[in-house]
T-cell receptor, first 115, second 113 residues
Framework: AQSVSQHNHHVILSEAASLELGCNYS??????LFWYVQYPGQHLQLLLK??????LVKGIKGFEAEFIKSKFSFNLRKPSVQWSDTAEYFC?????????????FGDGTTLTVKP | ETGVTQSPTHLIKTRGQQVTLRCSSQ?????VSWYQQALGQGPQFIFQ???????GRGNFPPRFSGLQFPNYSSELNVNALELDDSALYLC????????????FGPGTRLTVT
């Protein structure tokens, strides 16, 4: 069965620090990959997605993620975090050709950015 | 444009009871997915509805059922509630069944005692 692993449950950074959140998935087929973010008190929303092509994808608010097929990884990065990036981040994987709503999510990483 | 809305916000039920949760899709969206998010975990796919029919199901027992109405709003019904059903239930809508971009609602927090 598909599974998604997010290595860090809680990350604490100071403003301007660089961020990298790990995401690994276990599935050998072709996948679509997503990062979602949930800011305090808000809905879960899409941060960025990878379908095909350039493995380095850019999302909103300066976030980017790199798909490394050989490592089954899709790590999220941001060069310089801000206090407003405090949120919970979820990685999700969808097998290409399957029901588009049937995403498998990781358990999330809580990011706290100290001002 | 109205986003995805869900009702109620919070709900407390007793083990063995039945519950109905409601979701209104974002305007123009015809596909709805339901997810269960237990505390400290990511959302788990329950099922999806497209054009009023179930169109895909996750690893949930039949006591989890749903409906989609002609206006694309949706219900999630859970019978014979168990303590482990306590979770946040999320609804997500998409503009079409082939679209990969989901718009999530705020969720309904269900507590089973």
């Amino acid at each position: 069965a598909q599974s998604v692993s997010q290595h860090n449950h809680h990350v604490i950074l100071s403003e301007a620090a660089s961020l990298e959140l790990g995401c690994n998935y276990s599935y050998g087929g072709t996948v679509n990959l997503f990062w979602y973010v949930q800011y305090p008190g808000q809905h879960l929303q899409l941060l960025l997605k990878y379908f095909s092509g350039d493995p380095l994808v850019k999302g909103i608010k300066g976030f980017e993620a790199e798909f490394i097929k050989s490592k089954f990884s899709f790590n999220l990065r941001k060069p310089s975090v801000q206090w407003s990036d405090t949120a919970e981040y979820f990685c999700a994987v969808l097998l290409v050709g399957t029901n588009a709503g049937k995403s498998t999510f990781g358990d999330g990483t809580t990011l706290t950015v100290k001002p | 444009e109205t986003g995805v809305t869900q009702s109620p916000t919070h709900l407390i039920k007793t083990r063995g009871q039945q519950v109905t949760l409601r979701c209104s899709s974002q305007s123009g969206h015809n596909t709805v997915s339901w997810y269960q998010q237990a505390l400290g975990q990511g959302p788990q796919f329950i099922f999806q509805y497209y054009r009023e029919e179930e169109n895909g199901r996750g690893n949930f027992p039949p006591r989890f059922s749903g409906l989609q109405f002609p206006n694309y709003s949706s219900e999630l019904n859970v019978n014979a509630l168990e303590l482990d059903d306590s979770a946040l239930y999320l609804c997500a809508s998409r503009i079409s069944v082939n679209s990969y971009e989901q718009y999530f609602g705020p969720g309904t927090r269900l507590t089973v005692t």
